[in-house]
């Protein structure tokens, strides 16, 4: 992976929940600009692994980590990091579309305004480049300022995204973020990130292995805790080199 | 028929006759409190203040304690506030869900609101005595606004724990501080509840007369001034209803329907109120 930039890695992870130890030892490059897919059976620790990235985890009680993660070189587990400036950096889609309880047009504008964009100007423009970015400024145009609750459930996915993209982060985070959704409007998030790796970099953990063959340019394999294997998704798709990775694509284990 | 059956069908007779006997109590207090009171409602009852005899004048109106129990219970309840929404906010964004102090907190509000208002009464009394203050509008609004705070914030506390936490987690992500997140996410998700349990402990500080016998004290004037005291509409109705003349308890039946629904049209407004905020919540 030397030919790859990478701005955010992970070194020596370890999270312990209480005594349980959830993360083992992770060491980890994330490939810029590509789609990196975490999969692995439930329980493994792809979400904590998510979450440890813009410091989610730190909301979770009795978490303890050690272990750095770098982005852009800077550990933001370190000391003096502000912690606000590290999570504009990457946008979140969850399991489950939370939309604000605001209008459509509030959803978009609510991360620009706390950033402190304040012209109008500017923050219409910011709502309707990143709703045609996530692909849902056509179906909302006409009710920009309805509640954003009224949405189908795809389409609040998809508003979620715009929210995230408006900060102008780096990275994408998808925790499963099409394990609510039906499978047109699966298909619908999974082209856009497709399309937004061009500028950005993704990571998405999976529990669906068809969608993980089908987006994913790099692959993550964890099983209780550990990383199993790494690689360029052809690779490890074609030839796992650890066995219990080819027991997981084989479906042996789940 | 069978036996399970006819179970089912006797729990839930019962069940419907529980649910009457509430319903009927509202009612029928409603009814009584009018009914005794309606000789003597009458305009003057709500436009003048007593006339013909300290305190308990058989002419004029109350509008002496409607006025003082609106001020009253309008600025305990904006104190109120004032302290819960903090310490709420407090409880659910800033501590950990197993957190002590966020348990000890809970208990003491829990105490706080099985003690008696009369204790509160008393409470304030010995407060005023330290401060060397007289029987004022003032002195019963801090008194009434400690009872009311732990009503509120348990009201509200219990909305604003079920806001779920990946909500507050799509705020954080965008780089929102908790503070931000609170204003703009937690409460605007809880508005109607919060604004329910607003309204519960103004319901409570403006029937409450225990508390306000001491602080606020009772004047046949209205007050112009948060130093003078104030009259209540509970303590019109204790006074007017211990006389030994029937036009007087007359009077109180009559004071107590103008307090009910007073209740009720505030009650009603808030809930029309509400409704305008809920279009953005997150079911």
């Not at chain 2, 209205?222 to 029937?246: E, R, W």
Request: with cysteine; glycine share 8%; hydrophobic share 45%.
């Amino acid at each position: 992976m030397n030919d790859v930039r990478s701005h955010l890695s992970i070194r020596n992870l370890n999270v312990f929940y209480g005594d349980l130890q959830v993360l083992k030892n992770i060491s980890l490059d994330i490939p810029d600009r590509k789609i990196s897919v975490i999969i692995g059976p439930s329980g493994c620790g792809k979400t904590t692994l998510l979450k440890s990235m813009n410091r989610l985890l730190d909301h979770v009680d009795e978490v303890r980590v050690e272990g750095e993660v770098l982005v852009d070189g800077e550990d933001i587990y370190g000391p003096n990091i502000e912690i606000t400036r590290i999570r504009k950096k990457m946008g979140l889609l969850s399991q489950k579309p939370q939309v604000l309880p605001m209008s459509i047009y509030d959803n978009i504008a609510y991360g620009p305004r706390i950033h402190g964009h304040r012209d109008r100007k500017r923050l219409d423009f910011i709502v309707r480049n990143y709703l045609s970015a996530a692909g849902l400024w056509e179906e909302v145009k006409d009710r920009l300022h309805h509640p954003a609750s009224r949405l189908s459930v795809g389409q609040q996915q998809r508003l979620c995204l715009a929210r995230g993209l408006a900060v102008e982060p780096e990275i994408i985070l998808g925790d499963e973020p099409t394990s609510a959704l039906d499978p047109q409007s699966s298909q619908r998030i999974e082209r856009r990130l497709v399309e937004l790796k061009k500028d950005y970099t993704v990571i998405v953990v999976t529990h669906i292995l068809r969608q993980a063959r089908r987006i994913a340019d790099y692959i993550v394999f964890l099983y209780l805790g550990e990383l199993v294997e790494q690689g360029p998704a052809q690779d490890v798709f074609a030839n796992p080199r650890d066995p219990r990775t080819r027991a997981y694509l084989t479906g042996e284990i789940s | 028929m069978n036996k399970r059956r006819l179970v089912e069908r006797f729990w839930k007779a019962l069940m419907i006759a529980s649910t009457a006997v509430v319903i009927g109590c509202l009612l029928f207090i409603v009814v009584t409190v009018i009914w005794k009171g309606l000789p003597a409602l009458s305009l003057s009852m709500i436009t003048r203040i007593p006339k013909g005899g300290y305190y308990l004048g058989k002419e004029g109106g109350i509008l002496n304690a409607i006025l003082g129990s609106l001020y009253l219970a309008l600025g305990a309840t904006a104190l109120a506030c004032v302290l819960s929404l903090p310490v709420v906010i407090f409880l659910n964004v800033y501590c950990r869900k197993r957190s002590r102090l966020a348990e000890l907190t809970r208990f003491s509000l829990d105490v706080l609101w099985g003690i008696p208002s009369i204790v509160y009464g008393a409470f304030g009394f010995v407060l005023m005595v330290y401060f060397g203050m007289r029987t004022s509008l003032l002195a019963g609004i801090v008194t009434v606004a400690l009872l009311e705070v732990p009503i509120m914030s348990r009201a509200i506390d219990e909305v604003i724990k079920l806001v779920p936490r990946e909500l507050k987690e799509a705020s954080y992500s965008l780089g929102a501080t908790r503070l931000e997140t609170s204003l703009k996410v937690v409460i605007r998700q809880c508005l109607p509840g919060i604004l329910t349990g607003i309204l519960i402990a103004f319901g409570r500080g403006i029937g409450d007369a225990a508390s306000v016998l001491f602080t606020a004290g009772f004047t046949d004037r209205i007050p112009t001034s948060l130093g003078q005291p104030a009259a209540t509409l509970p303590l019109a109705i204790f006074f007017q209803l211990g006389t030994p003349f029937p036009e007087v308890r007359q009077r109180a039946y009559a004071s107590a329907a103008i307090l009910t629904i007073l209740i009720l049209v505030i009650s009603i407004l808030a809930r029309v109120l509400s409704r305008r905020y809920t279009k953005h919540v997150i079911r």
